[in-house]
């Protein structure tokens, strides 16, 4: 079994939908992170969170918030979702003691 | 702030031949190197990585060392493989708590039989 896994893995909603995203790991990480890839780009951060009370913004936090519900699970919502946040989303993992972050498959968001 | 240079794709190569995606970097001290290398349809996925300087990370025939003169990172393979073909991220890791990881664009490869 994959040790970080999302869902959906695809999700087509339209404009102004809340939709959320969830994460859950069975590494036994403290480090969560939520990533956003667009075509043609590399990586960027939206949010990390390094235990259950310990949230943080990353580069384009905008339009997103998340939630820790326990160590091994880290949602990402939308609130109201917009066509530009079209992309694919990753949850990452890292332990406390290394820097290599462990990623999810990925869940492909389409907003229409 | 940090930022990760990659060689711009797509690159197409017949079996066997040598890769080279060019990789440099700009980034305060000393920070850790990774390349990670997407299969189509899957998450990103750990290649090797290099945390000092002159160090060779190392995995399935791919190399790269941490050139600190250069500032690079350039992942090499002698002989690709069909199964090779993917898209290669290069990224480094910043000293800070967070130890967030700043991403290069992407190079896709592309091997043909």
């Known amino acids: 079994d994959a040790d970080v896994t999302q869902t959906p893995r695809n999700r087509i909603t339209k404009t102004g939908k809340r939709i959320m995203l969830e994460c859950s790991q069975t590494?036994?990480?403290?480090?969560m992170y939520w990533y956003r890839q667009d075509p043609g780009l590399g990586l960027q951060l939206i949010y990390y969170?390094?235990?259950?009370?310990?949230?943080n913004k990353g580069e384009i936090s905008d339009g997103y918030s998340v939630s820790r519900q326990a160590q091994a699970k880290f949602s990402l919502s939308l609130e109201s979702a917009i066509p530009n946040q079209t992309a694919l989303y990753f949850c990452?993992?890292?332990?406390?003691?290394?820097?290599?972050?462990?990623f999810g498959p990925g869940t492909r968001l389409t907003v229409l | 702030g940090d930022s990760v240079t990659q060689m711009e794709g797509p690159v197409t190569l017949s079996e066997e031949a040598f890769l080279t995606i060019n990789c440099t970097y700009t980034?305060?001290?000393?920070?850790?190197l990774f390349w990670y290398v997407q299969y189509p349809g899957e998450g990103l996925q750990l290649l090797l990585k290099?945390?000092?300087?002159?160090d060779k990370g190392s995995n399935k025939g791919f190399e790269a060392t941490y050139r600190k003169e250069t500032t690079s990172f350039h992942l090499e393979k002698g002989s690709v493989q069909v199964s090779d073909s993917a898209v290669y991220f290069c990224?480094?890791?910043?000293?800070?708590?967070?130890?967030?990881?700043?991403f290069g664009s992407g190079t896709q490869l592309t091997v043909l039989p």
């Open positions: 590494k036994g990480h403290d480090r």
């Open positions: 969170s390094f235990d259950v009370k310990d949230i």
């Open positions: 980034a305060t001290g000393y920070p850790s």
């Open positions: 990224a480094l890791s910043d000293f800070g708590s967070a130890r967030q990881l700043t």
């Open positions: 290099a945390t000092k300087a002159d």
């Open positions: 990452a993992t890292r332990g406390t003691a290394g820097d290599t972050q462990y």
